[in-house]
Structures are given as structure tokens and as C-alpha cells.
């Protein structure tokens, strides 16, 4: 199953750039009701989803929207994620009880709103590698009772526990895993890859590609690190010329100018396009 991103995309509002991508924080509205749009004070999200299952991405990634903080009034509990490293998603909800206490228990959410949440947080660990580890609720973060529903965790009506949404997210990863590579194929980088002169062996770790010996044109797109090595920049898109498995299982692709270390410990670094 796959769910459609709806570009709502603006600069507005937004306080803050230069978000690293680390962290992925799941919240609740709040609210009984649907919306995507920041406040004007800079707080909100990336990604909105509805109850329908729409998602709704209101920034870019880069953007630092006050999600996770303390706000001079929770304590924090999460030694490092902070709204300059975490990749905020509101779920819409529902609520049959008092809808302006976030300890009541019958806060929920759509089966739609919670498979479409899973979806997205397995696309944004795979795009951005981060580890399941740190796909978290606002509540591990904060001491914050956000997402309601799985902070409570008493699965009322439709609502799933977090363990049950961690374990569905997880699946989604797993099923995304399965990219055919192959010759022929283009694929866009998901973070900076080094460029290698080779694949490494169990008894000789590849050369890197010199950044001086690369054509203008490849030079745009790869950034030059000490001792003249090469690291050709995130979202690059390059052309497969060769597959193969190193002795470690890592995949290596060939493109034009050397090769790349693809699927590294079962995590991939690429997509398709």
C-alpha cells in the first residue's frame, strides 16, 4: 500500500532552518478536527495526516516548526531530539470524551490516519536512514500527554498501541527494502556516499576517487573532503552501470565515475526515480 503526499508547502510561519533530520516525532492535533497549517507563532508540523488517511506535508525538511520543545513548561526527557533535529507528524483525531483535557481516555484514531502514519514514517527512515530507534512520541521527548492515544495506549476504538504502530511502521520499512537495483536504473541519493575506486574486499578496503580527477560536470555534484577524496552530495541522481555484493553483504552499484556502497547493513542509501 502506498499514500499520497499533498505538496501544501510554505516558507510562512516557519521560525527556523537547518533541521538535521535525526529524530521523527509522532503528535496528536489536540483537537477534535482536521487542519494543516503552522500557527502564526511558528508552532506545528511537517506532515498533517486526516482521518481519511491524507497527508498533508506543510514543510519542507528543512524547516525547524516548534514541535518537540518545552516551551518554558514540560520537562524534557529525551537527552538529544530537539526541533532542530526531528521531523515532526500531527495525526488528526477524535475524541468522544472531554475533548480539552488530553488525559481523557477516549481520544482515538482512524485505522486510515494510522496506516497512512506508518507508511510515511517508514518513506522518512528510509529517504533520511534514520534507525527505528528514533521514531518517537512527542510524550518520549517531552513530558507531554502527545499522541494521546498512544500514550494512554488502551487501544480504544480504532486507535492501535504505540507497540502496534511501531511494529505496522516497521513492516512498511521491510516492504520498502525490497528495491530491485539493476542495470539501467536511476536512483537519487538519500545522504553524501563517498566515491569509491573499486568494491572493498575482506582483505583490502577500496580506494577513493580523487575529486580532481572527476569531469566539471561531476564536480557539481560531489563535494571534495581531505586528502582529495570524493563524496558525491545527497540527492544526486546517477545511472547504474554494474551490481554486485561485497563480502560483507553490502551492495556496490558502478556509475560513471567509480563505485558506491548502496545497502550497507541492510539500510539502503538510495531510491528509485
Known sequence: MTHKIINAISSRS??????????????????VGQAHDLASDGCGAHFYIYWDGTIYQRCSLDAVPWAVGTAGYYTQKHPEARNSNTISIEMCCKCDGNAASAEDKRWYFTKETQEA??????????EQG?????????????NKTCPAPYVHNNGYKTSWTWTTFKQRAEEYFNAGQKLELKPGMKVKLTQDIAIRDGVSTKSQQAGYVKYTQLAASAKKKCRRLSGNKTKLKKDSVVEIKKVTTAFDGSTWVQIKSGWLPVVVKGKYRVKAV
Open 14 to 31: 516557519v521560525p527556523c532552518w537547518g533541521n538535521q533530520k535525526k529524530y521523527i516525532a509522532v503528535h496528536y492535533l489536540g483537537v
Open 117 to 126: 502514519c506508518a507508511w510515511l514514517v517508514a518513506k522518512l527512515r528510509h
Open 130 to 142: 534514520i534507525p527505528s530507534t528514533n521514531v518517537l512520541r512527542h510524550y518520549d521527548i517531552v
